[in-house]
Protein backbone atom coordinates (compact mmCIF):
# COMPACT_ATOMS: atom_id res chain seq x y z
CA UNK A 1 0.00 0.00 0.00
CA UNK A 2 1.45 3.81 -0.67
CA UNK A 3 1.00 5.61 3.01
CA UNK A 4 -1.76 8.12 2.75
CA UNK A 5 -0.32 11.79 1.90
CA UNK A 6 2.56 12.53 4.43
CA UNK A 7 2.20 15.69 5.66
CA UNK A 8 2.90 16.88 9.27
CA UNK A 9 -0.48 16.46 10.21
CA UNK A 10 -2.58 14.02 7.87
CA UNK A 11 -5.58 16.17 8.32
CA UNK A 12 -4.28 18.71 6.42
CA UNK A 13 -3.80 17.10 3.66
CA UNK A 14 -5.18 18.35 0.39
CA UNK A 15 -8.23 16.32 -1.41
CA UNK A 16 -7.06 14.51 -4.62
CA UNK A 17 -8.44 16.44 -7.71
CA UNK A 18 -10.09 14.36 -10.40
CA UNK A 19 -8.45 14.56 -14.32
CA UNK A 20 -10.23 14.16 -17.15
CA UNK A 21 -8.29 14.62 -20.21
CA UNK A 22 -10.72 16.73 -22.35
CA UNK A 23 -10.17 19.14 -19.79
CA UNK A 24 -6.70 19.17 -18.06
CA UNK A 25 -4.84 18.27 -21.24
CA UNK A 26 -5.67 21.32 -23.25
CA UNK A 27 -3.74 23.32 -20.38
CA UNK A 28 -0.84 21.25 -19.57
CA UNK A 29 2.42 21.20 -21.32
CA UNK A 30 2.98 17.91 -23.20
CA UNK A 31 6.08 15.39 -23.09
CA UNK A 32 7.05 12.47 -25.46
CA UNK A 33 7.86 9.34 -23.93
CA UNK A 34 8.80 6.27 -25.50
CA UNK A 35 8.38 2.67 -24.44
CA UNK A 36 10.59 -0.12 -25.38
CA UNK A 37 8.34 -3.73 -24.43
CA UNK A 38 8.12 -7.69 -24.95
CA UNK A 39 5.74 -9.21 -26.36
CA UNK A 40 4.30 -12.61 -25.54
CA UNK A 41 5.86 -14.35 -28.54
CA UNK A 42 9.05 -12.55 -27.32
CA UNK A 43 9.47 -10.20 -30.13
CA UNK A 44 10.57 -6.53 -29.10
CA UNK A 45 8.68 -3.35 -30.09
CA UNK A 46 9.06 0.24 -29.11
CA UNK A 47 6.92 3.43 -29.29
CA UNK A 48 6.99 7.03 -29.15
CA UNK A 49 3.87 8.94 -27.43
CA UNK A 50 3.14 12.31 -26.58
CA UNK A 51 0.83 12.96 -23.72
CA UNK A 52 0.14 15.82 -21.04
CA UNK A 53 3.27 15.83 -18.75
CA UNK A 54 1.40 15.09 -15.45
CA UNK A 55 3.18 13.93 -12.48
CA UNK A 56 1.53 10.34 -12.79
CA UNK A 57 2.73 10.09 -16.38
CA UNK A 58 6.12 11.27 -15.53
CA UNK A 59 6.66 8.99 -12.44
CA UNK A 60 6.72 5.86 -15.01
CA UNK A 61 9.14 6.76 -17.06
CA UNK A 62 11.63 9.34 -14.62
CA UNK A 63 13.66 7.08 -12.25
CA UNK A 64 17.19 5.80 -13.26
CA UNK A 65 19.06 8.30 -14.93
CA UNK A 66 21.49 7.41 -18.21
CA UNK A 67 24.10 5.36 -16.55
CA UNK A 68 22.49 3.85 -13.52
CA UNK A 69 24.14 0.34 -13.30
CA UNK A 70 20.85 -2.27 -13.21
CA UNK A 71 22.07 -5.58 -11.74
CA UNK A 72 20.65 -8.39 -13.86
CA UNK A 73 20.94 -12.32 -13.83
CA UNK A 74 24.35 -11.57 -16.09
CA UNK A 75 25.52 -9.15 -13.64
CA UNK A 76 25.08 -4.92 -13.63
CA UNK A 77 24.11 -3.64 -16.83
CA UNK A 78 23.72 0.19 -17.56
CA UNK A 79 19.89 0.90 -17.52
CA UNK A 80 20.01 2.68 -21.08
CA UNK A 81 21.49 -0.88 -21.93
CA UNK A 82 18.77 -2.85 -20.56
CA UNK A 83 16.76 -4.91 -22.60
CA UNK A 84 12.72 -6.06 -21.90
CA UNK A 85 13.39 -10.09 -21.41
CA UNK A 86 16.17 -9.32 -19.13
CA UNK A 87 15.97 -10.63 -15.80
CA UNK A 88 16.35 -8.91 -12.84
CA UNK A 89 17.02 -10.55 -8.99
CA UNK A 90 14.39 -9.15 -6.74
CA UNK A 91 13.67 -8.82 -2.76
CA UNK A 92 11.23 -11.35 -2.43
CA UNK A 93 10.30 -12.70 -5.94
CA UNK A 94 13.36 -14.39 -7.42
CA UNK A 95 14.73 -13.35 -10.49
CA UNK A 96 11.77 -11.52 -12.65
CA UNK A 97 11.75 -10.54 -16.49
CA UNK A 98 11.88 -6.44 -18.01
CA UNK A 99 8.52 -6.84 -19.24
CA UNK A 100 8.62 -2.85 -20.33
CA UNK A 101 10.90 0.06 -20.05
CA UNK A 102 9.77 3.49 -20.09
CA UNK A 103 11.89 6.74 -21.26
CA UNK A 104 11.63 9.94 -21.34
CA UNK A 105 13.84 13.60 -21.69
CA UNK A 106 13.36 16.76 -19.21
CA UNK A 107 14.21 19.85 -20.59
CA UNK A 108 15.55 22.09 -18.17
CA UNK A 109 13.99 25.33 -19.56
CA UNK A 110 10.32 22.93 -20.75
CA UNK A 111 8.45 23.89 -17.53
CA UNK A 112 9.03 27.28 -15.27
CA UNK A 113 6.20 26.25 -13.16
CA UNK A 114 7.93 22.93 -12.31
CA UNK A 115 11.62 22.92 -12.28
CA UNK A 116 13.47 19.99 -12.99
CA UNK A 117 14.85 18.28 -9.82
CA UNK A 118 16.97 15.24 -9.49
CA UNK A 119 18.24 13.60 -6.52
CA UNK A 120 22.56 12.84 -6.48
CA UNK A 121 23.50 9.94 -3.76
CA UNK A 122 27.06 9.95 -3.13
CA UNK A 123 29.10 7.05 -3.05
CA UNK A 124 29.09 4.70 -0.11
CA UNK A 125 25.77 7.21 1.44
CA UNK A 126 24.40 4.86 2.92
CA UNK A 127 27.11 1.69 3.62
CA UNK A 128 29.84 0.25 1.59
CA UNK A 129 28.81 0.42 -2.44
CA UNK A 130 25.34 1.37 -1.18
CA UNK A 131 25.50 2.96 -3.82
CA UNK A 132 28.42 1.34 -5.75
CA UNK A 133 28.90 5.01 -7.01
CA UNK A 134 27.24 8.16 -7.74
CA UNK A 135 23.46 7.71 -8.45
CA UNK A 136 21.35 10.09 -9.63
CA UNK A 137 18.05 9.81 -9.49
CA UNK A 138 14.65 10.99 -11.20
CA UNK A 139 11.42 12.16 -9.39
CA UNK A 140 10.28 8.87 -10.47
CA UNK A 141 12.56 6.66 -7.80
CA UNK A 142 12.16 5.11 -4.72
CA UNK A 143 14.43 3.89 -2.43
CA UNK A 144 13.77 1.03 0.09
CA UNK A 145 15.30 2.94 3.41
CA UNK A 146 14.53 2.70 7.28
CA UNK A 147 12.96 6.26 7.82
CA UNK A 148 14.19 6.58 12.04
CA UNK A 149 10.40 9.14 12.38
CA UNK A 150 8.01 6.65 10.96
CA UNK A 151 8.77 3.15 12.43
CA UNK A 152 6.58 3.45 14.88
CA UNK A 153 3.57 4.47 13.15
CA UNK A 154 3.91 2.77 9.86
CA UNK A 155 4.24 -0.88 11.52
CA UNK A 156 7.47 -1.58 9.19
CA UNK A 157 11.18 -1.50 9.74
CA UNK A 158 11.44 -0.59 5.83
CA UNK A 159 9.43 1.31 3.00
CA UNK A 160 10.35 2.88 -0.13
CA UNK A 161 10.95 6.37 -0.20
CA UNK A 162 11.15 9.23 -2.70
CA UNK A 163 14.50 9.80 -3.37
CA UNK A 164 14.57 13.53 -2.91
CA UNK A 165 13.10 13.20 0.53
CA UNK A 166 16.84 11.57 1.01
CA UNK A 167 18.78 14.93 0.09
CA UNK A 168 20.28 15.92 3.74
CA UNK A 169 23.24 17.96 1.79
CA UNK A 170 25.76 15.19 3.15
CA UNK A 171 25.06 12.11 1.89
CA UNK A 172 22.28 13.40 -1.24
CA UNK A 173 21.75 16.22 -2.89
CA UNK A 174 18.87 17.66 -4.72
CA UNK A 175 20.55 19.23 -7.83
CA UNK A 176 19.10 21.00 -10.81
CA UNK A 177 20.85 19.53 -14.24
CA UNK A 178 22.37 22.21 -16.29
CA UNK A 179 20.78 20.88 -19.40
CA UNK A 180 18.73 18.17 -20.66
CA UNK A 181 19.02 14.82 -19.27
CA UNK A 182 17.27 11.01 -20.15
CA UNK A 183 15.50 9.32 -17.56
CA UNK A 184 14.28 5.62 -17.51
CA UNK A 185 12.10 3.23 -15.62
CA UNK A 186 11.09 -0.45 -15.41
CA UNK A 187 8.12 -2.68 -15.40
CA UNK A 188 8.21 -6.23 -14.29
CA UNK A 189 5.80 -8.98 -14.19
CA UNK A 190 4.81 -7.63 -10.62
CA UNK A 191 5.95 -5.00 -8.72
CA UNK A 192 9.52 -5.70 -6.77
CA UNK A 193 12.50 -3.76 -5.80
CA UNK A 194 15.57 -4.48 -7.87
CA UNK A 195 18.67 -2.94 -7.25
CA UNK A 196 20.08 -0.30 -8.99
CA UNK A 197 23.98 1.15 -8.19
CA UNK A 198 24.28 -0.98 -5.31
CA UNK A 199 20.86 0.49 -3.61
CA UNK A 200 17.33 -1.58 -3.68
CA UNK A 201 14.81 0.69 -5.49
CA UNK A 202 11.10 -0.56 -6.34
CA UNK A 203 10.22 -1.20 -10.42
CA UNK A 204 7.10 0.94 -11.48
CA UNK A 205 4.00 0.69 -10.40
CA UNK A 206 1.11 3.52 -10.47
CA UNK A 207 -0.24 2.96 -6.94
CA UNK A 208 -3.11 0.82 -5.98
CA UNK A 209 -6.30 2.62 -6.47
CA UNK A 210 -4.42 5.17 -9.36
CA UNK A 211 -7.45 4.95 -11.55
CA UNK A 212 -9.83 6.47 -9.26
CA UNK A 213 -7.58 9.87 -9.13
CA UNK A 214 -8.37 10.63 -13.19
CA UNK A 215 -10.87 10.73 -15.31
CA UNK A 216 -11.45 7.33 -17.58
CA UNK A 217 -10.20 9.58 -20.53
CA UNK A 218 -7.08 10.33 -19.02
CA UNK A 219 -7.07 7.05 -17.82
CA UNK A 220 -7.58 5.72 -21.28
CA UNK A 221 -4.36 7.21 -22.08
CA UNK A 222 -2.00 6.78 -19.15
CA UNK A 223 -2.82 2.36 -19.81
CA UNK A 224 -1.97 3.26 -23.88
CA UNK A 225 1.49 3.96 -22.71
CA UNK A 226 1.48 0.06 -21.76
CA UNK A 227 0.94 -2.31 -24.49
CA UNK A 228 1.00 -5.42 -21.44
CA UNK A 229 -1.26 -3.71 -19.55
CA UNK A 230 -5.56 -3.50 -20.26
CA UNK A 231 -7.21 -3.07 -16.73
CA UNK A 232 -5.48 -1.02 -13.95
CA UNK A 233 -5.63 -4.64 -11.60
CA UNK A 234 -3.04 -5.97 -13.87
CA UNK A 235 0.02 -3.54 -12.21
CA UNK A 236 -0.78 -6.50 -9.11
CA UNK A 237 -0.21 -5.58 -5.72
CA UNK A 238 2.59 -3.42 -4.41
CA UNK A 239 5.61 -5.43 -2.81
CA UNK A 240 6.14 -2.60 0.15
CA UNK A 241 4.69 0.22 2.05
CA UNK A 242 5.75 3.29 0.40
CA UNK A 243 5.38 7.00 1.00
CA UNK A 244 3.99 8.94 -1.83
CA UNK A 245 6.43 10.80 -4.51
CA UNK A 246 5.07 14.40 -3.05
CA UNK A 247 6.38 13.32 0.36
CA UNK A 248 8.19 16.11 1.89
CA UNK A 249 12.20 16.83 2.40
CA UNK A 250 14.01 15.42 4.52
CA UNK A 251 13.33 12.24 6.15
CA UNK A 252 16.12 10.74 8.52
CA UNK A 253 16.61 7.15 6.93
CA UNK A 254 19.29 4.44 7.76
Known sequence: MTIPRFTAHNSRALPTRRLSASSESERLPMRRYH?????SDGNLHDREQVAPALPLFDAAHSAFARGTLITTTRGPVAVEDLLPGDRLPTTSHGAL???????????????????????????????IARPMTDMLAGPGARILTRPRGLRANI??????????????GMHAFCVSPP??????HICLRRHATITANGLEAESFHPGAGFEREIG???????????????????FGPLAHLRLPLDAPDTLSVA
Not at 35 to 39: F, G, M, N, V
Not at 162 to 167: C, R, S
Not at 179 to 184: F, I, N, P, Q
Not at 216 to 233: A, D, Q, R, V
Open 35 to 39: ALWQT
Open 97 to 127: PVIWIGKMTLQPESDPDRPVRLTRIMADAFG
Open 155 to 168: GSDHVLTPAHAMAD
Open 179 to 184: RAVTLY
Open 216 to 234: PKMLGLFLGLFPHIHEPHQ
